[in-house]
């Protein structure tokens, strides 16, 4: 059974860039026809899609976050990565990585993200 | 860009009820819909994909219908377990859209 971990900084501060790593266990990121997912929800709210990454490279974002955001994948390390830049504090959410086949069918258990000076 | 509504936002029902939430799209999107369970502190489980497909290790009393613009999650008999959030979600070749998010409480 897959398993994911998202790791990375819990405080970011405003206009800087936040950095979060997944790590995949369990199973090869490369094998199978999936999208590796990020998802936010800010405290009390709704869940977000950011974006997704096939092992082949190609991304798809969020278009609200498009302009600011980066996807990319380590498939030696079988880890994916999110780059989310000029951060507010509208950006203060809990961030899940995910696996996709369009539903989204692991989670990881998500990281909190505060961006605070 | 499609839209997810989903409804009501909050539910009041009690153990055993039946109970429904509704996700409808802006436009059609075949059955490409997903369901949710989120419990307070914990990542999302998906329950059902392909509007009616049971994940597996889902429990029976959960069902999902639909197919367009409008889709319906049942539970049969509510658990004390059942009282938490649920998501919609759409997805498609591009995109994925989450509807606002539904609190079941007693």
């Known amino acids: 059974q897959v398993q994911l971990q998202e790791s990375g900084p819990g405080l970011v501060k405003p206009s800087q860039t936040l950095s979060l790593t997944c790590t995949v266990s369990?199973?090869?990121?490369?094998?199978?026809?999936?999208?590796w997912t990020w998802i936010r929800q800010p405290a009390g709210k709704g869940l977000e899609w950011i974006g997704r990454?096939?092992?082949?490279?190609?991304?798809n974002y969020n278009p609200s976050l498009k302009s600011r955001s980066t996807i990319s994948v380590d498939t030696s390390k079988n880890q994916f990565s999110l780059k989310l830049t000029s951060v507010t504090a509208a950006d203060t959410a809990i961030y899940y990585c995910?696996?996709?086949?369009?539903?989204?069918?692991?989670w990881g258990q998500g990281t909190l993200v505060t961006v605070s000076s | 860009d499609i839209q997810m509504t989903q409804s009501p936002s909050t539910l009041s029902a009690s153990v055993g009820d039946r109970v429904t939430i509704t996700c409808r799209a802006s436009?059609?999107?075949?059955?490409?819909l997903a369901w949710y369970q989120q419990k307070p502190g914990k990542a999302p489980k998906l329950l059902i994909y392909?509007?009616?497909t049971l994940e597996s290790g889902v429990p029976s009393r959960f069902s999902g219908s639909g197919s367009g613009t409008e889709f319906t999650l049942t539970i049969s008999s509510l658990q004390p377990d059942d009282f938490t959030s649920y998501y919609c979600?759409?997805?498609?070749?591009?995109?994925?859209?989450f509807g606002q998010g539904t609190k079941l409480e007693i």
């Open positions: 995910a696996r996709s086949s369009g539903w989204l069918d692991s």
């Open positions: 369990g199973g090869s990121i490369s094998s199978g026809s999936y999208y």
């Open positions: 990454i096939y092992t082949s490279g190609s991304t």
């Open positions: 436009q059609s999107i075949s059955s490409w």
């Open positions: 392909k509007a009616s």
């Open positions: 979600q759409h997805y498609n070749s591009y995109s994925y859209t």
